[in-house]
């Protein structure tokens, strides 16, 4: 079944919440042998670790950081603990209270920027360079439908998410000759903490109401997503964005 993970090696960045920590989860169930959880705070990885069984913990561990800092190099502590890197998940984001572009500050467009743009280039270039030189290895970045469509209120979410997407174009081309994968996946508005402030006004039931099927996502349906794009059972799709939305981007 090339859906299992036997024998492979892991990385999940924003593990500790959401859709990080469901793809986690479907990780250790499609048995990854080890598993490296990344995310800014310890505690918030601790509480994570709570959530698993003790089989499930035995195969993880746990690195605090800033996906946006240089200095925190992942890939490389994946490589000291079990001697090989086949899997990335750069996952982690953050998103900003819906404004009209008159209205939006430039600092939350630095902010934004710095996580969701600057964040998975950092991660592109750690990862890549420790597996192009194995000459193997899939990397899945988690964009969204607004990183395939306008965004209204949500400008510089959304060009933070046409650069992950972008970012994932050109790292496919630029890894494919090395045995590399590079592939995204575009989620639709999903059931996590970071779409809970929307939840005011009606916002989960006009965004359901915008998807073909009515109705808002779960992680765990990302999570088989990032599942196939990462296992060999998607041993062809290079470059490919996949769209996980219920029909909410028309296209
Ligand atoms: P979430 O807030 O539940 O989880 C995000 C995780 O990322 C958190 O644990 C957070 O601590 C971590 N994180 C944030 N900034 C970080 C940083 N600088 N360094 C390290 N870790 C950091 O949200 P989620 O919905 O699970 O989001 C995961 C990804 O999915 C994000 O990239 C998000 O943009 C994307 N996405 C989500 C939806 C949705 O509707 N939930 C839709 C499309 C795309």
Known sequence: NTFFLNDKVALITGAASGIGLATAKTFLAANVRGL?????????????????????????????????????????????????????????????????????????????????????????????????????????????????????????????????????????????????RVNSVCPGPTITPIIDALKEDDGWSRMADQCLMKRLGDAREIANAILYLSSDASSFCCGTSLKVDGGYAKF
């Open 36 to 180: 490296l959880l990344v995310d800014l705070s310890q505690e918030r990885l601790d509480r994570t670790l709570l959530e698993l069984s003790s089989d499930e913990r035995q195969r993880c561990q746990c690195f605090v950081a800033d996906v946006s800092s240089e200095a925190e190099n992942y890939a490389q502590r994946a490589l000291e603990l079990w001697g090989k890197l086949d899997i990335a998940v750069l996952n982690a984001g953050i998103v900003h209270a819906p404004t009209s572009i008159l209205d939006t500050d430039a600092k939350i467009w630095d902010k934004i920027m710095q996580v969701n743009g600057r964040g998975v280039f950092l991660g592109l270039k750690q990862c890549g360079k420790v597996m192009t030189e194995r000459k193997s290895g899939s990397i899945v970045i988690t964009a969204s439908q607004l990183g395939l469509q306008g965004s209204p209120s949500l400008a510089a979410y959304g060009a933070s998410k046409f650069a992950a997407r972008g970012l994932a174009l050109t790292a496919a081309e630029e890894f494919a000759p090395f045995g590399v």
